[in-house]
């Protein structure tokens, strides 16, 4: 991730370790997206919280043999340990937002998972994680680690949130399980307009979507659009995350126009011109 205070505002699970899971399907919801289900017996074992639900994903890149390397618990010594493997025979780390929780799925607990796809390996223009989206099978491996959330909304407070294409997985839960009488509003950056989704948010949160266009700046159009929403009196609580310089902005936007740096969550998920 880039800049971000998530540290400072995630609600981290009570236990977290490595857990195998399998490819159950693959479909594409919208030209950008492709949703990967993944499920298993581990999967038993996974905490769902809601919400923007994170986690690790280890992708086999280097062949199925590569997932030894994942570390059972992810810490700073864990970590240290997997760099020192070789690049080639080492899984991919990426972070990705757990779009859907089933507990009772086709075969036991399932999740699903939205990949923003882009380029092709001929061309050399995509990356690891967008590759293997567009070509994985059922029953494929995976490995993921849960990092719990990082939307943390005061009750009763009005709900300012911003994303792009990356974000809209994170945006989604949070509209799903916010109160039914919630009200604020939502920003949401997408490549086309057939990226558009079927959302399940409350009443009182205005939606609006905003297409990026081929040649401007990932984020620039959301944070334009959510610099136009006024910040409403009382208690606010906005959370934005996607491309680093939406993030930063839209942060350093709201604490111009009052709101306190305790009352926003930022995520920087990615860089543009970076592979993910």
């Known amino acids: 991730m880039a800049k971000s205070n998530v540290q400072a505002t995630r609600r981290k699970p009570t236990d977290a370790r490595a857990l195998r899971l399998q490819v159950r399907g693959a479909q594409r919801p919208t030209p950008t ?5 993944l499920g298993g017996p581990d999967l038993a074992e996974f905490g769902p919280m809601g919400d923007d639900q994170w986690f690790r994903l280890f992708l086999p890149t280097g062949g199925l043999e590569s997932l030894r390397h994942v570390p059972d618990k992810l810490t700073t010594a864990s970590y240290a340990r997997y760099m020192l493997v070789p690049a080639s025979q080492r899984p991919v780390i990426r972070n990705y937002t757990v779009r859907a929780y089933r507990a009772e799925g086709v075969d036991g607990p399932e999740i699903d998972v939205d990949f923003v796809v882009h380029g092709t390996e001929e061309a050399g223009d995509a990356g690891p994680a967008s590759l ?7 029953g494929d491996e995976v490995a993921i680690i849960d990092e719990g959330a990082i939307f943390n909304a005061p009750a009763a407070s009005t709900l300012l949130l911003a994303a792009d294409e990356s974000a809209l997985p994170a945006v989604a839960g949070i509209l799903r399980d916010a109160p039914r009488d919630a009200v604020g509003t939502a920003v949401i950056e997408v490549p086309e307009d057939a990226d558009r989704q079927v959302l399940d948010e409350p009443e009182g949160v ?5 297409v990026r266009g081929a040649v401007a700046h990932p984020g620039e159009a959301a944070l334009a659009e959510m610099s136009r929403v006024p910040v409403p009196a009382g208690e606010v609580y906005a959370w934005v995350a996607g491309e680093s310089d939406l993030a930063t902005g839209l942060r350093r936007h709201w604490v111009k126009q009052g709101i306190p740096k305790t009352r926003i969550s930022f995520c920087g998920y990615w860089k543009a011109g970076d592979s993910h």
């Open 206 to 210: 205005e939606v609006r979507w905003v």
């Open 33 to 37: 997206f492709a949703r990967i289900t």
């Open 132 to 138: 293997w989206a567009q070509s994985c099978s059922v």
